[in-house]
C-alpha cells in the first residue's frame, strides 16, 4: 500500500480526499502533514493556485520520500479581475480573518448590483513524487455574491457565494451538499485518475 501525504493539517480535508480515494477504489493510506511534524510549513510564494499548489507537494515529497497532494483555492470576484483569488485567505491583512476578510469584501462590492456580482471558487489539486513528477489539475464552483452573510456552515467566503441554480449560499448546505458541488471535491476527484495513472 503506497502512503500518501496531504499537505494540510486540516483533520475535514484528509477525510475529504480519503472518502474520494476510497469510493474510487484506490487503497492508498493517506496521512496529513501532521505526521511529519518536523517540516515547516510552506510559504505560498507562487502568483496562481497552481504554483501554490506545486510549491506545497513538491516541498512535501522531497521531505519525505513520499507521493504529496496539495491544494490551493480562494474566490474569483468577475468586477475584481479575479481578486481576491490568491489573497483570499488574507485579503484584509491578516491570515484567516474570516470575518474580515467578508467584510471588506462586501465593502468593495457595496453599489455593484446583482446583474454584476459573479464569481466562483476556484482550486486547484497537484500530486508531486519524489522524482519530480508533477500534475496539476482544477475545480470551479460559479455562483452570484449575496449582499449579506448567510448561513452557519462552512467557512472563508461560503456565507455569501449562492451557487448557480442554489437558492441558499455554501454556508446554508449541508456538508455532503458542499462537498457534492464544491471546487476543492471537483478538484480532489479530477485527481484520482491521476493517482491511478502514476501510483496505480
Not at 476510497?22 to 510564494?45: F, Q
Not at 491583512?93 to 446583474?115: E, F, M, T, V, Y
Not at 437558492?167 to 458542499?178: H, S, W
Request: net charge negative.
Amino acid at each position: 500500500m503506497t502512503r500518501l501525504i496531504l499537505a494540510t493539517r486540516n483533520a475535514g480535508k484528509i477525510t475529504e480526499l480519503h472518502a474520494i480515494l476510497s469510493a474510487a477504489g484506490l487503497p492508498h493510506e493517506l496521512v496529513g502533514a501532521d505526521a511529519y511534524p518536523h517540516i515547516p510549513d510552506v510559504k505560498e510564494t507562487g502568483v496562481t493556485f497552481a504554483e501554490n499548489a506545486l510549491l506545497k507537494a513538491h516541498t512535501l515529497a522531497r521531505a519525505t520520500g513520499l507521493p504529496a497532494i496539495a491544494d490551493d483555492s480562494g474566490l474569483c470576484v468577475d468586477v475584481l479581475n479575479g481578486a481576491p483569488g490568491i489573497f483570499s485567505a488574507r485579503w484584509a491583512g491578516q491570515h484567516g480573518d474570516d470575518r474580515a476578510n467578508l467584510n471588506l469584501l462586501l465593502a468593495q462590492l457595496s453599489d455593484i448590483d446583482d446583474a454584476h456580482r459573479g464569481a466562483h471558487f476556484a482550486c486547484a489539486a497537484a500530486l508531486a513524487l519524489p522524482d519530480g513528477t508533477e500534475r496539476v489539475v482544477e475545480g470551479h464552483l460559479a455562483g452570484t455574491l449575496r449582499h449579506t452573510p448567510s448561513g452557519t456552515g462552512g467557512f472563508g467566503y461560503d456565507p455569501i457565494l449562492q451557487p448557480d441554480g442554489e437558492t441558499r449560499t455554501c454556508a446554508e448546505l449541508t456538508p455532503d451538499e458542499k462537498n457534492a458541488i464544491s471546487h476543492r471535491g471537483k478538484a480532489f476527484r479530477a485527481l484520482v485518475p491521476v493517482v491511478r495513472e502514476l501510483l496505480g
